[in-house]
């Protein structure tokens, strides 16, 4: 078993700030600076989240952070860090500090030849989809089923034209997750991408070839590997809709230990009716099969919408930081056509999400750690409603997730939850509503619901509901404070429900 170099926050923070040697001006620009202090109080009568002998508690949050956005002369940073110091007033034991961090850096070191792309997250993620979660941004419960989780990734790349109308890229994605669990979850993947795209000679008739090579390191269970080699011809019919044909060759070792081979074959569609209006479907024949990639974005001046459909394979590093499932993630999700810049993105949801009073790293629902190479089938779509005084966001999802290995050793689903399963299935919807009492105050409401169900020798099945309640005021230009109450209802394999009330002071510096 390969041992995986340390990939940690130093090194990316020091990357972005000092981003390139020989003193380039990268900071010089508009940037925003913020640093701030926030104190939860929150009364539970389930601090355990169990169902028998439960225990009521009183904790307190002291949370110091800090958010950085803006852009440089060759540099663009989006950084949002919160250190959660947790004190339990009945049972000091339980006392313990956890991180919340949301960050995405672009760097320009060469002008329009060489960039370094850079993202990192720190998150409380489910151990267990039959477990139960408290879905909020930092885990104040001691149930058992949840570990805070590290992804980083950084990304060398180069891209160019090569002579008049071919494009290339070359980029080297070095990523590592890891979580509180030790090694259980700990992954690293290396991959190298290749890509020339152009014209045939005529402008209606496009091509593009694409070549990845793909390492994935588990701390525990079997390295994979993979290979694949993908060739496209895309006929331009029209301004708005272009139609492709898919052929290519891969190779892995996911199934068995030794590599085996698969042809590529499929096709797809991108449609444009609009500028503000993209459905594009794709299918490949693959080696587990059909593999779907359908999209289908819309926006208004007051409405975004957006429909995924994917089945592919996926690595920790994949699933963690591609679908964290948070306000934040959803409505940059929605806002990706009609913001293309990551960074400029990032900074209008969270003005948007702090104008309704919406936490950016509150969890929405669903999600569960694994390891190893898993097969993932997924169904999203998602609704936002943005008014005057109104915001209303509606997300649905559907998802399989099952073992590629077959039993050779990769692994996947550690614990005692799963070592009969087959696959996991998730259900599950949530609605959110923000209305904006006054220039200083709000009110938001959400209700969802997650049903998770595993098949297999022992099958397992639980549903979970929560309702929330928040208001939030403006006390000073820099100055909130609020008040919430949340009630959980966990029904199947694991059983329990909890009420809690938490009051809310922040300072922004």
């Known amino acids: 078993m390969a041992t995986a170099p340390r990939l940690d926050l130093r090194f990316l923070v020091f990357l ?24 939860n109080e929150t009364a539970t009568d389930n601090v355990g989240l169990i169902d028998k002998n439960r225990e009521s508690d009183w904790i307190t949050d002291i949370a110091p952070g800090i958010n950085i ?22 049972d000091s034991s339980r006392n313990n500090i956890q991180n919340s961090l949301n960050a995405l850096g672009s760097l320009e070191v060469l002008e329009n030849l060489f960039f370094i792309d850079a993202n990192a997250t720190i998150s409380q993620q489910n151990l267990s989809a039959f477990g139960g979660s408290t879905n909020t941004s930092v885990n104040i419960n001691d149930s058992g089923n949840t570990t805070e989780t590290r992804t980083y990734r950084i990304s060398p790349y180069f891209k160019g034209i090569l002579g008049s109308s071919t494009e290339y890229l070359l980029r080297y994605d070095l990523g590592k997750t890891s979580s509180d669990e030790g090694n259980a979850f700990s992954t690293q993947t290396r991959q190298l991408t290749g890509r020339l795209a152009g014209t045939a000679g005529f402008s209606w008739l496009g091509w593009s070839l694409d070549a990845n090579r793909q390492k994935n390191d588990f701390d525990q269970g079997r390295d994979t ?17 272009r139609v492709s044909l898919i052929g290519g060759r891969e190779s892995n070792d996911y199934v068995s230990v030794d590599e085996k081979s698969h042809t590529i074959k499929g096709g797809g569609f991108e449609w444009a009716p609009t500028e503000r209006t993209l459905l594009s479907a794709f299918r490949e024949d693959r080696f587990f099969g059909n593999s ?36 934040f993630s959803l409505l940059d999700s929605m806002f990706s056509s009609a913001i293309p810049d990551p960074v400029a993105r990032a900074a209008f949801v969270n003005a948007m999400l702090l104008s309704s009073g919406l936490s950016p790293n509150a969890a929405l629902q669903g999600g569960f750690l694994t390891t190893g190479v898993t097969l993932q089938e997924r169904k999203e779509l998602s609704l936002a409603l943005l008014g005057a005084r109104n915001t ?102 694991t059983n329990y429900t909890e009420n ?3 009051g809310t002071f922040s300072h922004r510096f």
């Not at 956005?69 to 009945?90: E, I, P, T, V």
Request: glycine share 12%; charged share 15%; net charge positive.
């Open 16 to 39: 972005c700030m000092y981003g390139g040697a020989g003193g380039m001006p990268a900071w010089a620009g508009n940037w925003q600076i913020t640093p701030s202090i926030t104190v």
């Open 69 to 90: 956005n803006g852009r440089g002369d060759r540099l663009k940073l989006s950084f949002d860090y919160r250190l959660h110091g947790l004190y339990y007033a009945n």
């Open 225 to 241: 590997t993979s290979n694949l080699v993908r060739g496209m011809l895309t006929y331009r019919y029209s301004p708005q809709l």
């Open 292 to 327: 779907d990639n359908i999209s289908f974005t819309h926006r208004t001046a007051r409405t975004a919408w957006k429909y995924i459909q994917t089945k592919d394979t996926q690595t920790s590093n994949d699933r963690i930081s591609g679908t964290v499932g948070t306000y």
């Open 392 to 493: 209303v966001t509606f997300a649905a999802t559907r998802s399989e997730t099952q073992d590629v290995s077959n039993g050779t050793g990769s692994g996947w689903f550690l614990g005692t939850d799963f070592s009969t399963l087959n696959n996991v299935k998730q259900t599950g919807a949530s609605v959110n509503w923000s209305h904006k009492l006054s220039g200083l105050s709000s009110l938001s409401g959400s209700v969802s619901r997650l049903q998770s169900k595993g098949t297999g020798d022992s099958p397992l099945k639980t549903d979970e509901t929560m309702y929330t309640v928040n208001f939030v005021t403006q006390l000073g230009p820099k100055t909130n404070a609020g008040l919430s109450a949340r009630r959980i209802e966990v029904d199947g394999t």
């Open 500 to 502: 809690a009330l938490t």
